[in-house]
């Protein structure tokens, strides 16, 4: 019996390894789970309270790296350079800010993937309808690039390309 103990173990923690290792999500997968949880984070229902507004706030500065760029219309709140922090700030604001809010990321294609660093291209589909009932629409082709920060993927630019 001590045999079957002996050579048993082992094979099990093998096999155990093995299925671990294939349940394990690729680089693509845990950068596609990024830009659903972006697109779940930074949208909002009429319905949300003040109170998961705020909690949101704290999932969505994770998503980013410590140094986010961002270069879209130069009018805008958000282009510049931000700390992931900053960022996360002025997110809760315009969040406070609205009745609704929705981000969609579609066409995701891969430009490059490396070791630590990534580019991707997307389409962002963004809509928000703030308090007094006016509405913004807007969707653009953009290059997104990720980096690795503690062992998760992190946006860390979104260069605006096109309408």
């Known amino acids: 019996m001590s045999k079957r103990i002996v050579f ?8 155990l390894g093995v299925f671990s290792w294939l349940a ?9 789970a990024l ?15 003040t109170l998961s507004d ?4 704290k999932d969505f500065k994770k998503l980013f790296a410590p140094k986010v760029v961002i270069s879209i219309r130069s009018k805008a709140r958000i ?14 604001r315009l969040r406070v800010a609205s009745r609704r809010m929705e981000l969609r990321c579609e066409e995701l294609q891969k430009v490059s993937l490396g070791d ?3 580019v991707y291209a997307v389409k962002f589909y963004a809509g928000w309808t ?6 913004v629409r807007e969707n653009a082709h953009s290059r997104v690039e990720l980096s690795k920060v503690d ?3 992190t946006v860390s630019q979104i260069d605006y390309l096109k309408k």
């Open 8 to 15: 048993g173990i082992p094979i099990i923690f093998v096999v």
């Open 24 to 32: 394990w999500p690729s680089e693509e997968e845990q950068i596609g």
């Open 35 to 49: 830009f659903e949880e972006l697109s779940e984070i930074a949208s909002k229902t009429e319905d949300a309270s």
């Open 54 to 57: 705020a909690m949101v706030v």
């Open 79 to 92: 282009a510049g350079e931000h700390t992931n922090q900053g960022l996360a700030q002025l997110y809760g």
């Open 116 to 118: 630590g660093v990534a």
């Open 130 to 135: 703030g308090k007094g009932g006016n509405v």
């Open 151 to 153: 062992g998760d993927w």
